[in-house]
C-alpha cells in the first residue's frame, strides 16, 4: 500500500465515521443503550478494516461504511418516531426491586443474577435489598436506586419520622403515544389523561412529554418548543 493510497483511505474513511458519529446524537457515552455501544464497536472495527487491510477492496469498504451510517439514522429517525419500534431496538428499563421486593422475573429477563444486583447495589451505597424501595435497570445497564425513608440522609430515622414514602414519577404519554402499560400497571384510565389534556386545550398529537409526578401533579410538554 502506497502512501498516497494510505491518505486516500484514512481521509474518506475518516468523513465517514465523521457522519456516523453525527447520526449518533449528542448522547454522552454514559447514556448509551447496548445497541449504540455495540454499534459504536463495530463502526469503530469495520472502519479500521477499510484503512489498513487489503482483504476488503477500498471501494466496497466505503459503500460498507456508508450502508452502516444510513442503516444507523434509519434505526434512530424510527425510533424516535415510534415508541414501540424504540422498544425494539433498545429496549425498556426494568424494576429489579419494586416496592421493597425483588423482581424475580425481570432479573432472568436481563440476565441479572442475585449477586450481578448485590454489586450494583454496592455502587449506590446500598449494601443491603431492605434498604431499597425501588431500583430500575436502565438502558444503558446502570442501576437507578430509591432508598426507603429510613436510611435517607435526612433525620427522620434518627426522630423515628415515618414519613410518606416517595414514589417515582409516571410517564402517561411519551411522543403522542399513551403509555398504555404504565396506565394499566398503576390504575389510571385513558379517559382521565384525556380529561387532563382537555383542561389545558391539548391534544394528544401534540404532546412531547406528560407525567405524573410523585406529588400527583402533572406535567405535560409540548412539541415544537
Known sequence: MTYPELMMRVGATFVVLLVVIRLQGKKQIAQFSYFNYINGISIGS????????????????????????????????????SVNLRKIFEGVPRYVIKQGEIVEKNLRIENVSIDDLNSMLRQKNNFSVQDVESAILELNGSLSVLSKNRVLPVTRGDLHIEGKQVGVALPLVVDGVIMRDNLTANSISEEWVADQLKRRNVNIEEVLYMELGTEGHVLVELRGK
Request: aromatic share 12%.
Open 46 to 81: 469495520l472502519s479500521a478494516n477499510v484503512v489498513i487491510t487489503n482483504a476488503i477492496p477500498f471501494g466496497k469498504g466505503i459503500v460498507m461504511l456508508i450502508l452502516w451510517a444510513l442503516m444507523t439514522w434509519l434505526i434512530a429517525f424510527l425510533s424516535l418516531k
